[in-house]
């Protein structure tokens, strides 16, 4: 049996998808679910048992759970701009924390999501070498809260038992019900359908032009085919990056969509609200080497490959 974390969600219920389409449906989903559409991510996929994120914690602890095979960890506090602090560190390290603990404890794989958050303003680059790790500097309590966990799996010796994914910019089908917290092709499609302009961010730095700020952006369904290799390769073990290695433009993603919808491209660059322009990172591209060398081969999609695919799924709100 597999448990996978925030299952419902964007990332999880993808992955779900992904496995169910290799024939794996001996699965226990564990999420929050709320007043959002966030329970159709679980609506398609076959699964064995679902369970609500504190009763998970409290069947490890009782020792109520059935023979588990595999842990993939993606529930967490998604939200870079929530600012309450205990509540993030709650979910996103001490919550992490006991559910490794209970794997180890079992020698059953845990496979669970960092984020490209960790690397803070890229001073340091985006070098997913663990000799580098405790020199990052995230900008907000979510990428601390991811870094910290890092750090733990590290300082307690736990590298060869734990397998992390420093996921970037990651976007497609599912992430609907996220709001604020969806890509901007989720948050701005049907205004563009409608006639509208792309909106993006101003620049604040002198090097960098309206929209030319870079992001690694990766489709999610080439991200979940890199979680499945360390499904079949659970003895590869480590922390990895999990971008596509190339740094494109918040322009290009916007032309991106305009050419997929066979319209001419509109875009207004709009005031970055105060709170965000100390935090904002202007450039993230993910250092591939170390996923290549631990045999993951499978090519990324181009950007406009994926935005053209994604945007027949967000005409509809279709799920994968």
Known sequence: MIIVTGAAGFIGSCFLEKLNREGI???VAVDRLDGSD???????KRIQDYLDKDDLLERIRSNRMPRVRQIVHMGACSSTTCTDARYVMDNNFAYSRELALWAFRRKVPFLYASSAATYGDGELGFDDDPAL???LRPLNIYGYSKH???LWIRAHGYSRRATGLKFFNVFGPNEYHKGDMASVLCRRFDE???GGDFRLFKSYRADY???EQKRDFIYVKDAVEAMFFFIVHPGKTGLYNLGTGEAR???DLAKALFAALGQKPRIFYIDMPEELRGRYQYFTQARMDRLRKAGFKTSFRSLEESVADYAGYLKGKTYL
């Open 148 to 150: 910290l966990f890092d």
């Open 38 to 44: 966030k329970w159709r991510g679980l609506a398609n």
């Open 192 to 194: 563009i359908m409608a």
């Open 209 to 211: 032009k309206d929209g």
């Open 133 to 135: 790790l405790t020199r």
């Open 25 to 27: 449906d001996d699965i």
């Open 249 to 251: 433009s918040w322009n």
